[in-house]
């Protein structure tokens, strides 16, 4: 008689709880390194890359019992994978959320939540400084499917209460903001959110700042946003996304149209953003280090017109973000008193920052959101938001301090 297989590996393995630093009240540092683990079949320190697109069942009744429910097991990549599963529940672990789900990218992240909250007819408020494509998804796409939008500077809690009608559904902004670092009061627009009438679900854009420096679920927040392509990955090597969940009913729906609608993250991307988190924490400090730095050098230079960051006393919302914030963060807006003229010769001359869009990498970046990452706006709509085409903005890396600020030196007396 033929021998039956033995047992399938892949259902013995064992993830940690998602919100293990709850339990085990483990620091946020040493979550990075630990959370997510997974226990495989043959020991594996790290998680091994599933780079499988279907699962095998022992027989007819398991497949059943799996699909049901019933029993855990995993059926197809889609629909869950453990080399993802240990990512969502790293991430989870980190903004202390009861689950997350990982995505393609930030955008398809972004749209997972209006996909899943939004219907015909609902109200969103949103704010007037996001990253440019998400204003882009609100105003020319969800637009047509009958979903109303006002953007309003979320940094005002009045703007924000005006704003509230009958129909909103949703509150999303960003804060820091991209690219003008304002920043929002998490925890009182949460609580205007969730005293209204209609329980609005405030979603909080936490890419500037990774859970490490700002955490807005334990500050009221629904739903956190993750652009995992920036400081999450840390390395310009990925493009991914995160949604991370306070409440299981909200996680249930969130994670039925990302099954359905399918803008999962594949296996080996996964694996490449669990493996940049484990240094998130060593990374937004020294991000943090450097870009005080670099501030206080910009605001002193003699050519330079303005300076944003959360962490100098000139930012108009310093309370708030010391308040919300741990840390600073590694990213700075500034102007020039040459305009935009000068901005683009100081561009054009940087020799270690790097001129590109994207930040939260290791390397230095530097870009002009006006011509680059937020163009798709109305220039009516960039001077609404602040963003004038003097701003520059830098996604200050970890290099040593003093190399970088040598460089913008040299590229400053050129501008
Ligand atoms: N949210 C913010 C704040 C961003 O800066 C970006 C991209 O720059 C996104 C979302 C979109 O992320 P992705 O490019 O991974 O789709």
């Avoid at 683990?37 to 059943?64: C, E, L």
């Avoid at 304002?182 to 009438?197: E, H, K, M, T, Y």
């Avoid at 960051?309 to 973000?321: E, F, I, M, Q």
């Amino acid at each position: 008689m033929k021998k039956k297989p033995k047992t399938n590996k892949i259902r013995t393995i064992k993830h940690h709880k998602p919100n293990c630093n709850k339990i085990s009240k483990l620091a946020i540092d040493t979550l990075t390194v630990h959370a997510g683990g997974m226990q495989d079949a043959y020991g594996a320190v790290v998680p091994p890359i599933y780079q499988v697109s279907t699962f095998r069942f022992k027989n007819v009744n398991q497949g059943v019992k799996i699909f049901q429910g019933t029993q855990k097991g995993y059926i197809y990549t889609r629909l869950g994978n453990p080399t993802i599963k240990t990512l969502e529940d790293c991430v989870a672990s980190l903004e202390n959320g009861v689950g997350a789900l990982a995505c393609a990218s930030g955008m398809a992240a972004i749209n997972t939540v209006f996909q899943t909250l939004l219907s015909q007819g609902d109200h969103v408020i949103c704010g007037n400084v996001l990253y440019g494509a998400t204003t882009s998804l609100l105003k020319n796409i969800l637009t047509k499917f009958g979903v109303e939008i006002s953007p309003v500077d979320t940094s005002s809690l009045k703007e924000c209460q005006n704003a509230i009608k009958s129909n909103t559904r949703l509150i999303f902004l960003e804060t820091p903001a991209n690219p003008t670092l304002a920043i929002s009061d998490i925890s009182a627009i949460a609580r205007l959110a969730s005293n209204s009438s209609n329980k609005i679900i405030l979603v909080v854009d936490n890419t500037f700042c990774s859970p490490i420096i700002q955490k807005p679920l334990e500050l009221g927040a629904d739903i956190v946003i993750h652009s995992m392509t920036k400081y999450l990955n840390g390395h310009a090597d990925v493009v991914a996304g995160m949604i991370v969940v306070k409440d299981q009913g909200l996680f249930d729906k969130l994670r039925t149209v990302l099954n359905d609608t399918g803008g999962i993250i594949d296996p080996l991307q996964a694996f490449l953003v669990h493996r940049g988190i484990k240094t998130l924490a060593l990374r937004m400090e020294r991000h943090s280090f450097n870009a005080l730095k670099v501030a206080n050098y910009l605001q002193d230079h003699p050519k330079v017109k303005w300076v944003r960051y959360p962490w100098l006393k000139s930012h108009p919302h310093h309370s708030v973000a010391k308040k919300q914030m741990k840390a600073g963060g590694g990213m700075i807006s500034f102007g020039l008193k040459g305009g935009f003229k000068a901005a683009k010769s100081l561009m054009n001359n940087v020799q270690l920052c790097t001129l590109a869009v994207s930040l939260g990498g290791v390397e230095t970046l530097i870009e002009h959101p006006a011509s680059m990452t937020h163009f798709h706006l109305s220039p009516k709509d960039r001077i609404a938001a602040g963003i004038t085409d003097d701003l520059v903005r830098l996604s200050v890396g970890i290099e040593n301090v003093n190399d970088i600020i040598k460089d913008l030196d040299q590229a400053l007396t050129k501008s």
